[in-house]
């Protein structure tokens, strides 16, 4: 098994930056691997519309690219190949859509993140992504 392009989801959760170590393990484990890191900031409500909405996708996606910087440039630092994508949607539907659409064949993700449900045994994101990747998904906790 090769780990060519891994999708590595970020929300700033400790799940998360656990999820980063791995991901960066199976890189190089791989000779050479690629690290997506993505960032959902989830569905905007259809109500908004207009200037309103875009100045919302711009403020989400800035706040995105500061959630990125930090383990980006850790990356950079340890010699990583990465790129970076930033999608609105339901976050476990966006981690499969990038996932595909990146050609990705592993994503490492927290068990947990930040969502509402933290103290559940294994997050509703990252059990959406197990039932619907057709890749395999390392769950780091």
Known sequence: ??????????????????????AVNLARCGGGGHVVLMHSFGEIPALIGGEAREELVRECTREAEALLAEPRALLDELGVSSSVRIVDGAPGRAVVRVCDEEGCDTIVMGSRGLGELGGMLMGSVTHQVLQLSRVPVLVVR
Do not use: K, Q, T, V
């Open 1 to 22: 098994m090769s780990y060519a392009r891994i999708l590595l989801p970020m929300d700033g959760s400790e799940h998360a930056r656990l999820a980063l170590r791995h």
